[in-house]
T-cell receptor, first 117, second 108 residues
Protein backbone atom coordinates (compact mmCIF):
# COMPACT_ATOMS: atom_id res chain seq x y z
CA UNK A 1 0.00 0.00 0.00
CA UNK A 2 1.04 3.57 -0.55
CA UNK A 3 2.59 5.58 2.23
CA UNK A 4 1.99 9.22 3.06
CA UNK A 5 2.32 11.32 -0.06
CA UNK A 6 3.21 15.02 -0.06
CA UNK A 7 3.33 17.47 -2.91
CA UNK A 8 5.13 19.34 -4.17
CA UNK A 9 8.42 17.89 -2.99
CA UNK A 10 10.09 21.26 -3.49
CA UNK A 11 8.60 24.73 -3.68
CA UNK A 12 10.43 27.97 -4.33
CA UNK A 13 8.40 31.12 -3.93
CA UNK A 14 8.84 34.83 -3.57
CA UNK A 15 8.29 36.65 -0.32
CA UNK A 16 4.69 37.77 -0.03
CA UNK A 17 3.20 35.02 -2.19
CA UNK A 18 0.76 32.40 -0.90
CA UNK A 19 1.62 28.69 -1.05
CA UNK A 20 -0.40 25.51 -0.66
CA UNK A 21 1.14 22.26 0.48
CA UNK A 22 -0.72 19.00 0.08
CA UNK A 23 -0.71 15.80 2.12
CA UNK A 24 -2.37 12.53 1.18
CA UNK A 25 -2.36 10.20 4.21
CA UNK A 26 -2.27 6.43 4.31
CA UNK A 27 -5.68 5.08 3.40
CA UNK A 28 -7.80 4.45 6.49
CA UNK A 29 -5.73 6.66 8.79
CA UNK A 30 -8.04 8.99 10.65
CA UNK A 31 -5.41 11.20 12.26
CA UNK A 32 -3.16 13.58 10.33
CA UNK A 33 -0.38 15.85 11.58
CA UNK A 34 1.63 18.72 10.16
CA UNK A 35 5.13 19.53 11.38
CA UNK A 36 7.80 21.98 10.36
CA UNK A 37 11.54 21.32 10.49
CA UNK A 38 14.05 24.08 9.92
CA UNK A 39 17.59 23.21 8.89
CA UNK A 40 19.39 21.40 11.68
CA UNK A 41 16.45 21.73 14.05
CA UNK A 42 13.92 19.36 15.59
CA UNK A 43 10.32 18.81 14.54
CA UNK A 44 7.94 21.65 15.35
CA UNK A 45 4.30 20.54 15.72
CA UNK A 46 1.86 22.72 13.78
CA UNK A 47 -1.61 21.15 13.74
CA UNK A 48 -3.41 17.86 14.17
CA UNK A 49 -6.60 16.59 12.51
CA UNK A 50 -8.90 13.85 13.72
CA UNK A 51 -11.16 13.22 10.75
CA UNK A 52 -11.93 16.64 9.30
CA UNK A 53 -11.71 18.58 12.53
CA UNK A 54 -8.62 20.07 14.10
CA UNK A 55 -8.71 19.60 17.88
CA UNK A 56 -5.21 21.00 18.27
CA UNK A 57 -4.03 24.00 16.27
CA UNK A 58 -1.72 25.19 19.00
CA UNK A 59 1.43 24.98 16.91
CA UNK A 60 0.43 27.26 14.06
CA UNK A 61 2.97 30.09 14.30
CA UNK A 62 0.73 32.91 13.07
CA UNK A 63 -2.60 33.66 11.42
CA UNK A 64 -0.85 33.44 8.05
CA UNK A 65 -0.90 29.67 8.51
CA UNK A 66 -4.06 27.64 8.05
CA UNK A 67 -4.92 24.06 7.24
CA UNK A 68 -7.94 22.07 6.27
CA UNK A 69 -8.81 18.48 5.69
CA UNK A 70 -11.67 17.25 3.55
CA UNK A 71 -13.34 13.88 3.30
CA UNK A 72 -11.23 12.64 6.17
CA UNK A 73 -8.38 12.25 3.74
CA UNK A 74 -6.32 14.88 1.92
CA UNK A 75 -5.10 17.90 3.86
CA UNK A 76 -3.83 21.24 2.62
CA UNK A 77 -1.57 23.57 4.58
CA UNK A 78 -1.74 27.14 3.33
CA UNK A 79 0.77 29.84 4.12
CA UNK A 80 -0.30 33.33 3.14
CA UNK A 81 2.09 36.21 2.46
CA UNK A 82 5.14 33.99 2.90
CA UNK A 83 8.16 35.32 4.76
CA UNK A 84 11.77 34.18 4.55
CA UNK A 85 11.52 32.67 8.03
CA UNK A 86 8.86 30.30 6.68
CA UNK A 87 11.59 28.47 4.74
CA UNK A 88 11.73 24.93 6.11
CA UNK A 89 10.71 21.36 5.38
CA UNK A 90 7.03 20.81 6.04
CA UNK A 91 6.32 17.24 7.07
CA UNK A 92 2.98 15.49 7.20
CA UNK A 93 2.31 12.32 9.17
CA UNK A 94 -0.71 10.08 9.61
CA UNK A 95 -1.72 7.47 12.11
CA UNK A 96 -4.52 4.95 12.40
CA UNK A 97 -6.04 6.95 15.25
CA UNK A 98 -4.92 9.82 17.44
CA UNK A 99 -1.39 9.24 18.65
CA UNK A 100 -1.85 10.59 22.12
CA UNK A 101 -3.25 8.13 24.58
CA UNK A 102 -3.35 5.21 22.21
CA UNK A 103 0.22 5.75 21.12
CA UNK A 104 -0.56 5.02 17.51
CA UNK A 105 2.55 5.17 15.39
CA UNK A 106 2.90 8.11 13.05
CA UNK A 107 4.11 7.52 9.50
CA UNK A 108 5.71 10.42 7.72
CA UNK A 109 5.69 11.65 4.18
CA UNK A 110 8.90 12.76 2.50
CA UNK A 111 8.06 16.41 3.12
CA UNK A 112 7.84 19.60 1.10
CA UNK A 113 10.99 21.70 1.09
CA UNK A 114 9.84 25.33 0.99
CA UNK A 115 12.24 28.10 0.07
CA UNK A 116 11.07 31.69 0.31
CA UNK A 117 13.30 34.11 -1.59
CA UNK B 1 12.03 21.56 31.76
CA UNK B 2 11.63 20.72 28.08
CA UNK B 3 9.06 18.05 27.25
CA UNK B 4 11.61 15.68 25.73
CA UNK B 5 15.33 16.25 26.17
CA UNK B 6 18.16 14.57 24.36
CA UNK B 7 21.90 15.14 24.08
CA UNK B 8 22.30 16.47 20.52
CA UNK B 9 25.72 14.82 20.09
CA UNK B 10 27.26 14.06 17.73
CA UNK B 11 28.39 10.72 19.04
CA UNK B 12 31.37 9.62 16.96
CA UNK B 13 32.04 5.88 17.22
CA UNK B 14 34.01 3.31 15.20
CA UNK B 15 32.31 0.42 13.46
CA UNK B 16 31.61 -2.41 15.86
CA UNK B 17 31.30 -0.18 18.91
CA UNK B 18 28.41 -0.18 21.34
CA UNK B 19 26.72 3.17 21.90
CA UNK B 20 23.91 4.27 24.18
CA UNK B 21 21.59 7.28 24.07
CA UNK B 22 19.36 8.54 26.85
CA UNK B 23 16.35 10.77 26.77
CA UNK B 24 14.30 12.34 29.57
CA UNK B 25 10.67 13.41 29.40
CA UNK B 26 8.58 15.68 31.59
CA UNK B 27 5.02 14.39 31.17
CA UNK B 28 4.52 11.69 33.79
CA UNK B 29 1.17 10.80 32.18
CA UNK B 30 2.79 9.69 28.93
CA UNK B 31 1.83 6.17 28.00
CA UNK B 32 3.67 5.35 24.80
CA UNK B 33 7.29 5.74 23.85
CA UNK B 34 9.24 5.29 20.64
CA UNK B 35 12.58 5.76 18.99
CA UNK B 36 12.52 7.14 15.45
CA UNK B 37 15.46 7.44 13.11
CA UNK B 38 15.99 10.32 10.72
CA UNK B 39 18.59 10.18 7.97
CA UNK B 40 20.00 13.43 6.59
CA UNK B 41 17.40 15.30 4.54
CA UNK B 42 14.88 12.46 4.95
CA UNK B 43 11.71 12.00 6.95
CA UNK B 44 11.67 10.35 10.38
CA UNK B 45 10.95 6.63 10.40
CA UNK B 46 9.98 4.40 13.28
CA UNK B 47 12.91 2.43 14.66
CA UNK B 48 11.15 0.71 17.54
CA UNK B 49 8.53 1.09 20.20
CA UNK B 50 9.67 1.09 23.84
CA UNK B 51 7.89 -1.16 26.30
CA UNK B 52 7.94 -1.05 30.08
CA UNK B 53 9.72 -4.38 30.30
CA UNK B 54 12.37 -3.33 27.83
CA UNK B 55 12.62 -4.76 24.35
CA UNK B 56 15.19 -5.83 21.83
CA UNK B 57 15.21 -5.82 18.05
CA UNK B 58 18.39 -7.32 16.67
CA UNK B 59 21.26 -5.05 17.63
CA UNK B 60 18.94 -2.47 19.20
CA UNK B 61 17.71 -2.53 22.80
CA UNK B 62 15.30 0.00 24.29
CA UNK B 63 14.61 0.52 27.98
CA UNK B 64 12.05 2.61 29.83
CA UNK B 65 12.36 3.86 33.40
CA UNK B 66 9.02 5.38 34.36
CA UNK B 67 10.07 6.33 37.87
CA UNK B 68 12.94 8.46 36.59
CA UNK B 69 11.17 9.36 33.36
CA UNK B 70 13.90 8.38 31.00
CA UNK B 71 14.26 6.17 27.97
CA UNK B 72 17.39 4.63 26.56
CA UNK B 73 18.52 3.13 23.28
CA UNK B 74 21.51 0.80 23.06
CA UNK B 75 23.06 -0.05 19.70
CA UNK B 76 25.49 -2.95 19.61
CA UNK B 77 28.02 -3.72 16.87
CA UNK B 78 27.49 -0.35 15.16
CA UNK B 79 27.38 -0.30 11.36
CA UNK B 80 28.19 2.56 9.01
CA UNK B 81 24.53 2.51 8.03
CA UNK B 82 23.52 3.33 11.62
CA UNK B 83 24.76 6.90 11.08
CA UNK B 84 21.65 9.03 11.52
CA UNK B 85 19.82 11.19 14.04
CA UNK B 86 17.83 9.25 16.63
CA UNK B 87 14.66 10.89 17.89
CA UNK B 88 13.16 10.08 21.26
CA UNK B 89 9.35 10.25 21.05
CA UNK B 90 6.79 10.39 23.84
CA UNK B 91 2.99 10.39 23.66
CA UNK B 92 1.11 13.43 24.86
CA UNK B 93 -2.61 14.12 25.03
CA UNK B 94 -3.38 14.12 21.33
CA UNK B 95 -0.12 13.65 19.56
CA UNK B 96 3.49 12.59 19.91
CA UNK B 97 6.21 14.87 21.20
CA UNK B 98 9.52 14.52 19.42
CA UNK B 99 12.90 15.25 20.95
CA UNK B 100 15.37 17.21 18.85
CA UNK B 101 17.42 14.09 18.31
CA UNK B 102 20.89 12.70 18.96
CA UNK B 103 23.24 12.48 16.00
CA UNK B 104 25.28 9.31 15.59
CA UNK B 105 28.26 9.11 13.25
CA UNK B 106 29.81 5.67 12.73
CA UNK B 107 33.22 5.69 11.08
CA UNK B 108 35.19 2.87 9.38
Amino acid sequence: GAGVSQSPSNKVTEKGKDVELRCDPISGHTALYWYRQSLGQGLEFLIYFQGNSAPDKSGLPSDRFSAERTGGSVSTLTIQRTQQEDSAVYLCASSLAASGRSGNIQYFGAGTRLSVL
Amino acid sequence: RKEVEQDPGPFNVPEGATVAFNCTYSNSASQSFFWYRQDCRKEPKLLMSVYSSGNEDGRFTAQLNRASQYISLLIRDSKLSDSATYLCVVSGYSTLTFGKGTMLLVSP
